[in-house]
């Protein structure tokens, strides 16, 4: 009994070891994945950490401009109070100022841009998407999007130009012919004013709006044109119910983006506007934007009150342009009606 067991018992343990090794490389892949899923919930954790910083960044960015703004201008605050918002003289030497001049030349300005370019973006981008043929379709839209390239000193020196003698000899005279009754084109026209500025804006921010409907337009499905011509709509009614109905948060998002760059556009305006501090109802007058008084006069500021007006003119600047996209924010409401938008 002893001799036969004895062979047997280190057949055993060989036995035995080789499943215990066979078992230990069954557990090791799970130890890994263990391990591994461990890690890879750190990396995870770590990854959403950074994200949430950086949304709270921005966060922190626009407080601290706001509070930047708020401390330098507070000289200005403590001598003007609210009145610096609503009042007309602007005299450094004086030391009399108010930003109610400048805060009506941004916003006639952005008016005219939006009135002249949004129709415009929109047709292009209409004809681009629907009507265009082809071969023309790309050269067309790259020289669209580059107008957004161009420098604003580049755009500033055309108007100075070209655009001012337009509107002083040949548009000038039109508008007052056909549109003096209305009292927006009455006094001298020199060429150079808010009218001038309003163009030059339009032409900037063309691309930006032209852009963005024309994405938004493509990613309109061909099952909605479809639709709209097979219950025997024209092209036109295709357009416009099949495809700018299905667009138009988007076109609105546009424009906000194009009221954007029109509020805070400095250099061009400030070359044709007139660089004066009055209020006038007529477009030749001369104007001054809230973003171009800064750049004009910031170098030139000599004491304390007078650099703290500036500063609260870049305050205001940034009051109009949050009111102002609130006020989009509520157009684009009122357009959806609070409903979430459509997915195709």
Known sequence: MNVNSSPSGPANGMQENTVTGVAEEAQSPVRKFLLGRGSSGMADGVFAGLMMLC???????VAFIF?????????????????FFIG????????????????????????LALLMAVPLAIGVAVFLTEMCPRPLRAPIAFLTELLAAIPSVV?????IFVLVPIVRDDLGPLLIKWLGWTGFFDGYNLGVGLLTAGIVLAIMILPVISSIT??????VPNSQREAALALGATRWEMIRIGVLRNARIGIVGGIILGLGRALGETMAVTMVIGNSPTISRSLFAPGYTLASVIANEFSEATGNLYLSALIEVGLALFIVTIIVNAIARLLVWAVTRGAPARVH
């Open 55 to 61: 949304a709270l960044s921005i966060f922190l960015i």
């Open 67 to 83: 509070r930047e703004l708020v401390v330098s201008s507070r000289p200005s605050l403590r001598a003007f109070g609210f009145s």
């Open 88 to 111: 007309q003289e602007w005299d450094p030497v004086s030391g009399e100022f108010g930003a109610l001049p400048f805060i009506f030349g941004t916003l006639v300005t952005s008016f």
């Open 155 to 159: 755009y500033g020196l055309w108007a």
């Open 214 to 219: 024309r994405e938004v337009m493509l990613a």
